[in-house]
């Protein structure tokens, strides 16, 4: 449906003065496929090229090299020089800022697509196809309200019945929650993502919030640094991150660095040596023994005071307690290991007292060095205590 | 940021409101009274004056009479003389303002090369006063000598003089061409703030370049090109400068030229009454374009797109245009400098005559040595340096204060404040004039350089709380609440807080004050005496005499002053609005 091969894209630096590539580089090869009627969403920290790519895709920016393929028809390609401007791509696209034109009213915001391309559509027609739209988007009172005098979630609810009106092939979304209130983005979560799937058209969605990426993708895209660095539907994502950053980036984890002690040939499962004992758990291929890993485990993963014969058990000390609501936060000190633990809100669990904790080996993802890597070293645990940074941009 | 810990002693620790404290109070009840003084006094002198019989000034009477109004409106010329104030003003701003829109665009929205340097070369324009430019003008296009006429009659074998610069519509020309520079700084504003993604939300949505211009930019443009033109139709219709250079001899009277030559009768003496009264109706003018001004601006304010975000616009390809529009560009430069060259050959000349190689024989610097030498001229410089230094300081001063009043506090007596800091804009210079000397005329401060001080703070007051108070809405509030908190008082908060927060623009401001305060020629023309006399002044007075190449001299020294005042500042200036661009 959508294929992405291969994109470079480096800005010109905006100060001449400055010269030549002192920019870094806002993609570097990025590949993607999304399939016809996917939710496909782009994840990642604040600057690491998501709108540079969904511009990209717009026709809005021009990648440095790589091949754009739309419903098999090329729309960029460097190779072969071939650029088909936003205005043919046949694109519906909702911008961080909504970009309602102030100057119109709602109907005549959501009119425009129809109005362009010498489509020549009978004011019925316009006008029926407008007021659907509206509908869609529970708007339809609006109609002939001007576009200033409009909230902000009034104002998103525009900008999409505007992307879906002229029935696009591929609906492009940048970050079009992060400007409403936190009761309202909760809202337009179920119902955007609603809305696209009932009509079945394949979207795009960019955040850098991954409660929104894993409630409402089929897939996601996790981007760092103008890369993909993994992808896979969000219960992939959480369950088997294959970096520490991908495992901080999407909720929190705890990572217990180790050292391989022993694998089997016959089976995927081995034993990795931590500080406070050995945990057994499947090892990724490749991964020799003596090497350096990283154990990651959520803190959801960790069973506190389970059944006496499991594997992986260790006794430990609580450290200080938080109570949630949902869900107890307790830091436990294993043999000077401090770790992040969600226990259940019914266990009476006070500081200073003696637990057990349980280490599922489904539940622990072995992190290979090099990718653990690539987020930096040390500090590890109080790092991973945070939330990711989101930082808006 | 430096912080403002001072050392105070505990017992004078005041972390009260300013409002709340007497000092406060105090100072904005006396920023009130100058600004009454300043400002409100001269206006109802100036009725007073429309009010007493003809002939008589107003200390000296107590009858009233409308005699004065009577002849106003049953003179023949009124109509005439409205007419062509309008006429000029609508004509020079329209033609200004699309040259000014499309440069603005050129440098804004496209990739035309050079745009630093034309920034620099538009917003460095300030430096060159008008009256400079009208000598120029007069130079090039006069009927009789004109080099243009020459030229023309020289090489197309035409006889007589097929252009005058002396008309209304070359004189609306050369005031469209001088325009330009202040449009384009606030139509390049305009753009600036416009969020880019409204023009990605039309291409991306089936536009093409040409209708996402038609149906999005250009409508969204209409309401603010609309406010910058009638602001400038305000300024235009109370323009004095090239109405006199020019009109005068062409006899192309506007309002402000013919309240000038009320007051200057050289055959009677002197009456005031009159002018006060043409001077009252001009005021009805000016304040009625003013409200047409803020209507438009607050439909303007309908179309605010609310984000609050430093935008990275899209930039329109020119391809092989690029260098075609530059050279566009580049031919408006050079039209502009024409004027200068042709005053900067004449300045090293013993007397006018064009360019030929026989006139290249003849060069001397003898102009500027009678500009640095003869005592009238020497006292014009000085008090021209006076006049510049203390009207901008005191400008921006009273404005940073006057400005803080009204942005913080939500009092009364701050909306008074700008309210009158603002009327200026909508009083006529020459009005103003009128009024100033009128209650001056019979005190010491007449005769002296600080009258015209005192007179440009009244008017550039507006210019100065209006751009501070644009800055002060972007400081926050907390920072200046920080320094209270630590035991500042309100004048120590200014001065280590407000003050060196807003540098840049007040360093702008006062550029622009001083540029204009040297530049002005109403005041000092209508004040003048032997001893208060400025450049401006004694630049007319040098080409009324006329002593052409001494008045091209002293308009050489008097750009170069201000250019090296103007220049450096303008190129640090858009270094760094190169760098915040990223
Ligand atoms: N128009 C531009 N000119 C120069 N640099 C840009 C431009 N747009 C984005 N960048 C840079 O490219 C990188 C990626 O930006 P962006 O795609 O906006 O990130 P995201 O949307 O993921 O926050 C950033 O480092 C940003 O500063
Ligand atoms: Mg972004």
């Not at chain 2, 109509?79 to 000014?100: R, W």
């Not at chain 2, 803080?404 to 309210?419: D, N, Q």
């Not at chain 2, 350089?449 to 550039?460: D, F, G, N, P, T």
């Amino acid at each position: 449906m959508l294929t992405l091969e291969g994109l470079h894209k480096t800005y010109p630096p905006t100060d001449p003065s400055q010269g030549a590539g002192k920019t870094a580089p806002a993609l570097r090869g990025v590949s993607i496929t999304v399939e016809k009627g996917e939710f496909y969403t782009l994840l990642g920290p604040s600057g690491c090229g998501k709108t540079t790519m969904l511009q990209c895709i717009a026709g809005l920016e021009t990648p440095d090299s790589g091949d754009i393929t739309m419903c098999g028809e090329v729309v960029f390609s460097s190779a072969r020089n071939i650029f088909v401007p936003a205005s043919k791509r046949r694109l519906g696209m909702v911008f961080q800022s909504y970009a309602i034109w102030p100057h119109m009213t709602v109907f005549e915001n959501v009119a425009f697509p129809l109005r362009q391309g010498g489509k020549g559509l009978s004011k019925q027609v316009l006008g029926d196809r407008v007021m659907a739209a509206l509908d869609r988007v529970k708007l339809r009172d609006f109609a002939n309200r001007p576009a200033p005098y409009l909230s902000g979630g009034q104002q998103q609810r525009v900008a999409l019945a505007r992307a879906l009106v002229g029935e696009p092939r591929v609906i492009l979304l940048d970050e079009p929650l992060s400007n409403l209130d936190a009761k309202l983005r909760d809202e337009m979560r179920v119902e955007l993502r609603d809305l696209v799937k009932s009509l079945g058209i394949t979207t795009i969605y960019v955040t850098h919030d991954q409660v929104e990426a894993l409630s409402m993708s089929d897939r996601i895209a996790l981007m760092k640094d103008g890369k993909v660095i993994q992808e896979g539907t969000p219960a992939d994502l959480y369950m088997r991150p294959k970096t520490a950053f991908a495992s901080e980036f999407v909720g929190r984890s705890n990572l217990i660095p180790g050292k391989v002690v022993n694998g089997s040939a016959d089976s995927d499962y081995g034993t990795v040596a931590v500080q406070f004992g050995d945990i057994r758990c499947r090892l990724p291929d490749g991964v020799a023994v003596g090497e350096s890993v990283n154990v990651m485990v959520r803190p959801h993963g960790i069973d506190v005071n389970g059944q006496a014969d499991e594997i992986n058990r260790f006794a430990g000390r609580v450290r200080g307690t938080s109570f949630v609501g949902e869900f107890l936060d307790i830091c436990v000190d294993l043999k000077g290991c401090s770790l992040r633990v969600y226990a259940s809100p019914y266990d009476a669990i006070t500081t200073g007292q003696e637990v057990a904790l349980s280490f599922p080996p489904d539940r622990c993802v072995v992190l290979l060095p090099d990718e653990a890597a690539i987020s930096g070293e040390g500090g590890r645990y109080s790092q991973s205590l945070e939330q990711p940074s989101h930082r808006s941009d | 940021m430096p912080a403002a810990v001072q050392s105070v002693n505990p017992s004078s620790v005041s972390i009260r409101h300013p409002f709340a404290s007497r000092q406060g109070q105090v100072v904005a009840l006396a920023l009130l009274v100058l600004l009454l003084v300043l400002i409100a006094a001269p206006l109802i002198f100036l009725l007073r004056a429309s009010l007493t019989p003809p002939g008589e000034l107003p200390f000296f009477v107590d009858t009233y009479s409308l005699e004065n109004y009577v002849s106003v409106l049953t003179s023949p010329d009124l109509l005439d003389l409205i007419l062509n104030t309008l006429k000029y003003a609508l004509g020079s701003v329209i033609f200004g303002v699309t040259l000014a829109s499309g440069i603005a665009w050129l440098v804004e929205r496209t990739d035309i090369p050079f745009q630093t340097t034309i920034r620099i070369l538009m917003y460095s324009w300030m430096a060159v006063p008008t009256i400079v430019l009208a000598f120029g003008w007069i130079l090039l296009a006069n009927p009789g000598s004109g080099i243009v006429n020459l030229l023309l009659r020289e090489f197309f074998n035409v006889t007589g003089s097929p252009i005058s610069i002396y008309s209304l519509p070359a004189m609306t020309l050369v005031t469209g061409l001088a325009l330009v520079p202040t449009a384009f700084a606030m139509i390049a504003g305009l753009l600036r703030n416009m969020d880019p993604q409204l023009e990605s939300a039309g291409a991306v949505h089936g536009a093409t370049t040409f209708s996402v211009f038609q149906s999005v930019t250009f409508p969204l443009l209409i309401p603010g090109l609309f406010s910058v033109g009638i602001l400038l139709v305000m300024a235009m219709v109370q323009a004095f400068d090239f109405p006199l250079v020019l009109g005068l001899t062409a006899k192309v009277h506007v309002l402000s030229t013919r309240i000038y030559l009320l007051a200057h009768s050289d055959i009677s003496r002197p009456d005031y009454s009159l002018p006060a009264t043409f001077g009252i109706f001009f005021l009805v003018l000016a304040v009625a374009l003013m409200f047409a001004y803020f209507r438009t601006v607050r439909m303007g304010e309908r179309f605010r797109v609310v984000t609050g975000k430093a935008f990275r616009p899209r930039r329109f390809s020119l391809n092989g245009w690029r260098y075609p529009a530059a050279t566009v560009v580049g031919l408006y430069f050079a039209l502009m400098l024409l004027p200068l060259l042709i005053l900067l050959w004449t300045s090293f000349q013993p007397f006018y005559q064009a360019p030929s190689i026989h006139a290249l024989t003849q060069l001397t610097l003898a102009n500027f040595v009678s500009v640095f030498e003869e005592s009238q001229i020497l006292r014009a410089i000085s008090n021209t340096v006076i006049l510049v230094m203390c009207s901008a300081t005191l400008v921006m001063v009273l404005s940073v204060m006057i400005a803080w009043y009204a942005v913080r506090s939500k009092g009364r007596i701050g909306k008074y404040l700008e309210l009158l800091a603002f009327a200026p804009m909508a009083i006529p210079p020459v009005v103003l004039a009128i009024a100033v000397l009128l209650i001056y005329l019979r005190t010491p401060l007449y005769g002296t350089i600080w009258l015209i001080v005192l007179a440009h703070v009244s008017v550039y007051i507006a210019f100065g709380t209006r751009t501070m108070h644009a800055a002060l809405l972007q400081l926050h509030q907390e920072l200046e609440n920080a320094a209270l908190v630590c035991g500042a008082n309100w004048f120590v908060m200014l001065r280590r807080i407000v003050f060196p927060l807003l540098r840049p623009q007040i360093l702008n401001g006062w550029l622009w004050v001083a540029a204009h305060s040297a530049r002005d020629i109403t005041f000092p023309l209508f004040l003048i005496t032997a001893t208060n006399v400025v450049v401006a002044s004694e630049l007319w007075v040098l080409w009324e005499t006329p002593e052409i190449p001494t008045a091209s001299a002293l308009s050489m020294v008097l750009v170069l002053g201000l250019l090296v005042l103007v220049v450096p500042v303008q190129i640090l200036a858009s270094r760094s609005m190169a760098r915040e661009a990223h």
